[in-house]
């Protein structure tokens, strides 16, 4: 490194995206190259494209000595990104509980939203870590804290398919069946995602007809994973006997879902149930207009 500066290399020298040398590596771990780096007069004001600084990166990275080493060179613990993103939020969408500890000792600010509304648990929900969601938990007032959308942190953690998180959340009480202001309950969105297993936690959980429950476009969950490409989990859907005949506000069939993903697997899968051969000869009619616009 010494070289390559000797030669008249910028010691901030950009890559496509923004970074800098010392934003790669905060993120790395590499405390040895940040110190020299700081030493030989890196910009720590620099952001990328994204409107990350170097704290933001060392938080992604989750060393806490990194993060200390950043953080006694950056003005403000809470810098915000793009998004309004601060370093704590990057830490715990990472599962990085030592870095989240670190920053919030350091008086990281819990109350701070993001462009979508969400607040460090909502993105400890999506980064899956029950330990991270704990010590946020312990000082959150509302543990269905809604977001821009009405989402709440187990809808979150849900839709990423984060089952022990999603497993933790309902052991304190998170409500399931709340709505977002699409009227989406957490079976809405676990059915976009790719974890079977959330779909079954929610399942035993929530009420007898929560399968079919329906959206305010009357969205069903079989649906919206058969509109999603969601094999795995239209396969367990129809395992546990969900419709296939509900119909949305526009009249489409979870078949007209399906065509509309483009996944073939999930097309040759549904018309080898044992549907009502009129719902499926409606399917293939669709398909075939489809397939000749």
Not at 1 to 23: A, V, W, Y
Not at 38 to 47: K, L, P, R, T, W
Not at 85 to 101: C, E, H, I, W, Y
Not at 201 to 215: G, V
């Amino acid at each position: 490194m010494e070289s390559l500066l000797s030669d008249g290399i910028c010691i901030d020298s950009q890559e496509s995206t923004h970074k800098t040398p010392l934003m790669i590596a905060a993120f790395n771990g590499k405390l040895r190259a940040v110190r020299y780096l700081i030493e030989n007069g890196a910009d720590m004001s620099i952001v990328d494209n994204s409107g990350w600084n170097s704290l933001h990166f060392a938080s992604q990275g989750g060393d806490p000595d990194m993060i200390d080493l950043i953080a006694s060179h950056v003005a403000d613990i809470d810098s915000l990104a793009s998004e309004a993103f601060t370093p704590l939020m990057v830490a715990s969408d990472n599962g990085r509980l030592q870095a989240v500890k670190y920053l919030l000792k350091s008086g990281a600010d819990l109350s701070l939203k993001d462009g979508n509304g969400w607040k460090p648990v909502h993105h400890a929900a999506r980064g899956g870590n029950p330990a991270v969601i704990e010590l946020f938990l312990c000082e959150v007032e509302e543990i269905d804290l809604r977001a821009n959308r009405g989402e709440t942190p187990l809808m979150i953690a849900g839709y990423y398919g984060n089952l022990q998180a999603v497993k933790y959340f309902l052991e304190k009480g998170a409500d399931p069946s709340l709505k977002d202001k699409k009227g989406w309950n957490s079976l809405h969105h676990a059915s976009r995602g790719v974890n079977p297993d959330v779909i079954e936690l929610f399942l035993r959980c929530m009420a007898d007809d929560a399968i079919d429950s329906m959206t305010d476009q009357w969205y069903t969950p079989l649906m919206i994973a058969a509109g999603n490409g969601r094999l795995q989990i239209v396969e367990f859907l129809m395992r546990k006997n969900a419709c296939p005949y509900a119909r949305d506000s526009n009249g489409y069939s979870p078949y007209d879902w399906a065509l509309h993903s483009q996944e073939p697997r999930m097309l040759d899968y549904l018309l080898e149930r044992p549907a009502l051969a009129f719902e499926i000869q409606i399917f293939k009619e669709r398909m075939t207009e489809y397939c000749d616009s």
